[in-house]
Every structure is written in C-alpha cells, then in structure tokens.
C-alpha cells in the first residue's frame, strides 16, 4: 500500500512537472520588463542638471521649428518656424511665422503677470490683452470652433517656465524637496523590440512642495522634476501644478546637444510643451543656428503694439 501510494505521489509531481515546464515556455512580450541598466545618482548630482534652466539670465534663438497641436480639434498644424526670446525675471517674446516667405502667423508677448497676443491668418485675426492668471475658458467657449485654435489658447508664459526655470528655493522655509522613484509601463520602441513588447522604464523624481500657512493645512506640490536612469539620469521631464494641485503643464526634454559652440552644457533639442487643460500642446525644435544663451537684450525686444490695427479684445474688461 505504501508502494502504490509512492507510486501515485511520482506520478502526480511527473503530471504537475510536465504541466508547469508547459506553461513556462509560453512567451508574451506585452508582460513588461525593467529596462536596464539603471543608472544611480544622487540629489545633488541631480539638482546640477537643472542649472543651465535656473541660471540662464536670457535666451535668444531665431531659428526654432514649432508645431501646434489642437486636442480639442484634433488638429495638427504644420511646423512653422518661430523667433524666441526670454529675460529674467518673466519677460519673453514669441514670433510665429511661414518658413522661408517669413509671414507671421502670431505674436506674442509676456511680462509681470499681463501678456499680449497678436494673432494674424485671417479666419480670427484679434489683438488679445489678460492676465497670466486669469481664467478665460468661458470666452474661449464663446467662440465655438474658433475657440479652439492653438493660436487662440497659446499664452507666452506657457513657455517662459518650461524653458527659463524659475532657481529652486532652497533658502525659504516654506518650501521642501524629495526623491523617489517612479517607474513607468510603456511599449518598447526600440528597433530590436518585438511587436507588442512592454518595458518599464526607471526615472528619479524630485518633488517641490509647499507649505501652507496653516499647521493642519496640507502640502502643495509645487514642481515636479523626471530624470530618466535609463538615459545617463538625464534630465527628461518637468510638471507645474497650481495651487489646487492641478497639473498645468507638463513639459519634456530630449536630444540634448550642444546648440552654441561657445556652450559649456547641452541643451534639448527637442522640447514639447503640454497644456492638457487648456487643449493644446507645441513641440520646440531648436536648431544650432544662431542660439545665444545670456545675449544682451534691449527692453523694446518685448514690446508688442496692435501696429496692425487688429480688432482688439481685452480679456479681464466686461462686455
């Protein structure tokens, strides 16, 4: 009896064996994997990648590639090519125009807390004045289809943080840093990646919070900062959030490079800059033609007059 028992139990682990080394050689790549190596890196050594983005005094580029896309529409504009330039504290200056003919599409402006905006293709040409923080989604609802241009929801200051960052408060008590890791599912696009396949992808984060004035009062996320240890531990992301804590926007960098011989750092070449809230995003393509990092800048670079003579709306007066 004890033999057929045996018996029985050598049988069953032989059944069992067979099964599991069955069930092992079913491959799926959508099951992700860690991508490696991960690269290891410390606060400081972090904090170091986001100098030439907290030190830059100004900027000036008259050769950058940009590319609207509406959500909101699902419209992809063609790439036009754009004159930039930005001065601390918060001025900056943004020229949209046609490659090649030079045509301008939209101007615009920003500075202590107003901005103008000069838009130009004649199916809504308009001279727009408001507030950096103001709240004008009820107009943009007012005008139906035009409403949802990216021209139309385009502010210049949408673009002064994500590229001239304001310096991290590390001297002011309100405000507290962390690092963590988060890690990321995404498809593989790598060439060697089978269809289907799925990696995960190791970034750390650096979280700026801020306290509130209240003891009982939470926390507000501030900025977050995305460095990619599957990349070197570049510099690969930023996210802004209000004091509601809603994330307004959320800004990627990538195909860093040297855009000035005269540079001692890299610059991303690539920079897309994301309003989920406000239905658009812009894709930056910097060139290495004629990129000047802290030029001289005269205060008439970030005038904006309705030379034009286009109808003019301001944003913050009552109709």
């Known amino acids: 009896m004890i033999r057929v028992g045996f018996a029985v139990a050598v049988l069953t682990m032989a059944f069992l064996s067979a099964s599991c080394s069955n069930l092992a050689t079913v491959s799926d790549v959508s099951i992700p994997r860690l991508l490696t190596p991960v690269a290891n890196a410390g606060f400081d050594d972090l904090i170091k990648q986001l100098q030439p983005f907290t030190e830059m005094q100004s900027l000036r580029s008259w050769s950058v590639y940009i590319r609207f896309l509406d959500a909101e529409s699902a419209q992809r504009y063609r790439e036009a090519e754009a004159i930039l330039v930005l001065k601390r504290p918060d001025k900056i200056r943004l020229v949209v125009q046609i490659p090649v003919v030079k045509t301008k599409l939209a101007e615009m402006v920003s500075e202590a807390n107003r901005f103008k905006v ?80 799925r990696i995960i992808r190791s970034f750390y984060v650096i979280t700026e919070s801020e306290l509130s004035a209240g003891s009982s009062a939470p926390s507000i996320v501030r900025r977050k900062f995305w460095f990619d240890r599957t990349n070197q531990n570049r510099f690969s992301r930023q996210q802004v959030f209000d004091r509601q804590g809603v994330l307004i926007t959320e800004v990627d960098y990538s195909d860093y490079k040297k855009l000035n011989a005269s540079m001692t750092d890299l610059w991303p070449g690539v920079v897309i800059v994301k309003r989920i809230h406000d239905g658009y995003s812009a894709r930056l393509t910097f060139s290495e033609e004629r990129f000047e990092v802290n030029p001289d800048l005269p205060e008439t670079a970030f005038l904006l007059e309705n030379t034009e003579n286009l109808p003019q709306t301001d944003l913050d007066k009552k109709n």
């Open 118 to 197: 000069a838009i130009y293709p004649s199916d809504y040409r308009r001279f727009l004045i408001g507030a950096n923080d103001g709240d004008y989604s009820k107009w943009r609802e007012m005008l139906g289809d035009k409403g949802k241009s990216a021209l139309v929801s385009a502010r210049p200051f949408h673009f002064t943080d994500s590229l001239m960052m304001r310096p991290l408060n590390f001297n002011d008590q309100k405000y507290r840093y962390s690092i963590e890791e988060a890690l990321i599912e995404e498809p593989d696009l790598r060439q060697t990646a089978k269809k289907g396949a």
